[in-house]
């Protein structure tokens, strides 16, 4: 086992949740699961052990290449699965133009899932999803995406131009409290320094969200949160309980 | 100038810009600015300059402070600070039940004061606010808030027991959507990993932001960006532009 490098053909998970999503959701994908010798006590292991029992995935037990993998960590799994290409839904799409930060990559993918979104558009140049630090901070959330790349938002323009688009701009022309979304949808959002250029302004309704002046913008992935809580809004807004006191 | 520990008597802003903030914002506490000799390129020389004129605090050029300080970035500029006290006002609070991530506090200093709010209560245990990694993820945000620090919930809650509190919780009794918030308000979040523990359900009127059962949790600075999008709504739904496009 190697330390990933972008475009590598197979990547891994580390640690024992985003194992056992990865498990759930892509187990056709996965090659086999490493544990280290002091997985037994953790509560999530017989949930691996299932899983790969059912879907014939070996596990191994080696702790050198834990260790190689997740040096600094208490990493107790990892899941080592072929990449995998996925298709768009015609739904509602988060469209991230260059997105560079890995961390931020997780942090969206997990708030977009949260939300109920789980298309993804990603124009290039931009960050290896495949990466384990993305798949790391995203905590399994990955693997419950469609998660695409394009040349160009040109390129995915014209394959779903019969849509609503949504570009987020500081110059945006509507404040994104009033606006009443029309689906299926489109959030297009830019990257971390530059956000998206003027020519954005011709694409569908542009939005801003309002902000005061002593900072320049909010940050890449809670535009995107805020985005996505507001245009989800009608979908949650009569859930009387998230979770039962028990 | 040594790296900065934990509690010390003065600390110091890496970079041009949060120094700018920090010059503009508290300039009474400002020792120094130190620069790197290549900083004459860099268009916000003229107005650290400027700032250090005005309120006589001496420049030093001194590469190998950068260096040291801040050996892996791109580093021009730093302002070194005396730490301070801050006070609360009676105006809405946002509350923070020992946050541990430097990153997520820099964030959350930045979101509040994009959203209007300037008063931050901490119960500790609890990140230091004056470490640089703060300040950095702040962009200088936090020069322009009021933190204060409490060593417990109710040490805080006996000075300001006379105002609306509205905890956070994935218990919480009300979907965030049907919340009027009601002036002067607390909003109280927990931890990283933990959250509030039941005993906030006795304080006020517990919240819950819906989100699908996917997720475990929001994470905790995108679920404060997202109360406080929602609580300040009233403030910013007329707002007609962000920024003119130039």
Not at 126 to 135: E, H, N, R
């Amino acid at each position: 086992m190697k330390l990933y490098k972008k475009g590598d053909a197979s990547s891994y998970t580390l640690g024992v949740f985003p194992t056992i999503e990865l498990l759930k959701q892509r187990p056709q994908n996965v090659k086999r699961v490493v544990v280290h010798s002091s997985i037994e006590q953790n509560k999530g292991y017989p949930v691996i052990q299932t899983l790969c029992q059912k879907h014939h995935i070996p596990i191994d037990i080696h702790d050198r290449t834990i260790e190689k993998l997740s040096p600094k960590n208490n990493c107790y799994a990892i899941g080592v699965f072929e990449t995998y290409q996925s298709c768009l839904q015609n739904d509602n799409h988060v469209v991230l133009e260059h997105p560079m930060d890995m961390g931020n990559m997780g942090t969206m993918m997990r708030t977009m899932l949260g939300f109920g979104y789980k298309n993804l558009v990603i124009i290039k140049p931009a960050v290896d999803i495949f990466d384990p630090k993305v798949i790391r901070a995203s905590m399994g959330a990955i693997f419950h995406l469609n998660a695409v790349y394009y040349d160009s938002f040109e390129d995915y323009y014209q394959q779903f131009s019969n849509r609503k688009f949504y570009p987020f701009m500081l110059e945006g022309a509507t404040n994104i409290h009033q606006v009443l979304p029309e689906k299926p949808y489109s959030l297009i959002l830019g990257n971390e320094s530059h956000g998206l250029d003027d020519h954005y302004l011709n694409y569908g309704q542009s939005i801003f969200i309002p902000h005061s002046e002593d900072i320049d913008s909010l940050n890449l992935s809670m535009a995107l949160g805020i985005a996505l809580f507001h245009f989800s809004k009608e979908q949650w807004e009569g859930k009387e309980v998230l979770k039962e006191n028990i």
